[in-house]
């Protein structure tokens, strides 16, 4: 008993320590927000101008293939369904978008910034949250378009909308603790990115993002049911295009595992993060 109280104090002190120092630091992360969102942009002509003009080629191109040339118009709603589809998925692509990009950045972000895990001073907890929060942001701008989209089709979203900002609370929880733990794993294992990357295609098709989760048989629902991002998607659907609530009691499930996640992602990074300059 006694060997196991020492490190059970470490273990919430160290964590904490590392939660102060983000918050003091917090002016160094949002400049390497800053910076990741620039260098995305800053090598063409039109600049930030992209990250509206991108999600308006995007929804125009999903529906134009997946409606027109593929004839997936599931989604019957008054309108132009052909229209509306486009909407539906481009919708259902900017929680996960966000969630992957932020992933594979945040497994290869030790390693990347090799010569600032090298500095003492350097708070390493800073890389994997500015890679989850430099993809939110720009995933937002795509959030942004469609809202416009949808206000100039005279459908503006309704007041539901307003709870995407604690949606997207617990989003960034959920994203970042799987960030810091695959930060982690990444530096250990410099192949695992590549794994991952092959995981997240897979887990886009057990997604529903381009299907409907209603025509999911029965045996096949656990692919629904248990895939924190397809409550994710669904949360965003429900909100943006259908001006209603996600179910409770999915809302709870998603909050209590993204909760879970950040305490057990962080912990293990604050843990191992000393460890971090003799691997590189």
């Known amino acids: 008993m006694s060997a196991s109280t020492p490190a059970a104090k470490r273990f919430p002190a160290g964590m904490l320590t590392s939660l102060a ?7 160094l992360a949002w400049y390497f927000v800053q910076r990741q969102l620039s260098r995305n942009y800053r090598s063409s002509y039109l600049g930030f101008l992209w990250a509206f003009l991108s999600p308006l080629f995007m929804i ?4 134009l293939i997946f409606s027109e040339i593929l004839g997936i118009r599931f989604r019957e709603v008054e309108g132009d369904s052909t229209l509306n589809f486009g ?6 692509l900017i929680p996960f978008l ?4 932020a992933l594979t950045s945040a497994t290869n972000s030790i390693r990347t910034n090799a ?3 090298q500095k003492v001073v350097f708070p390493l907890e800073i890389l994997p949250l500015t890679t989850a929060i430099a993809a939110l942001v720009d995933k937002l701008f795509g959030l942004g378009v469609l809202l416009g989209v949808l206000t100039l089709l005279g459908r503006p979203p309704e007041w539901t909308v307003l709870l995407l900002v604690p949606l997207l609370a617990v989003q960034m929880l959920f994203t970042l603790g799987l960030s810091y733990l695959f930060a982690v794993i ?3 294992v410099p ?3 590549e794994t991952l990357r092959a ?14 989760p209603e025509r999911v048989p029965e045996s096949l629902s656990f692919i629904v049911d248990y895939n924190p991002l397809a409550f994710l998607v669904m949360a965003y659907r429900d909100l943006v295009l259908e001006g209603q609530l996600p179910p409770l009691s999915g809302t709870l499930w998603f909050s209590a595992l993204a909760a879970a996640l950040f305490v057990a992602g962080f912990a293990i990074f604050s843990k191992t993060k000393l460890r971090f300059a003799d691997l590189l």
């Open 21 to 27: 120092t983000l918050y003091d630091k917090r002016w």
């Open 199 to 212: 995981f997240v295609r897979g887990l886009f098709f057990a997604t529903p993002i381009i299907w409907p």
């Open 60 to 63: 125009a191109l999903y529906t």
């Open 191 to 193: 192949d695992v990115r």
């Open 186 to 188: 990444g530096t250990y």
């Open 115 to 117: 010569a600032l895990v």
């Open 98 to 101: 966000a969630f992957s990009d």
């Open 87 to 92: 909407l539906y998925l481009y919708c259902g």
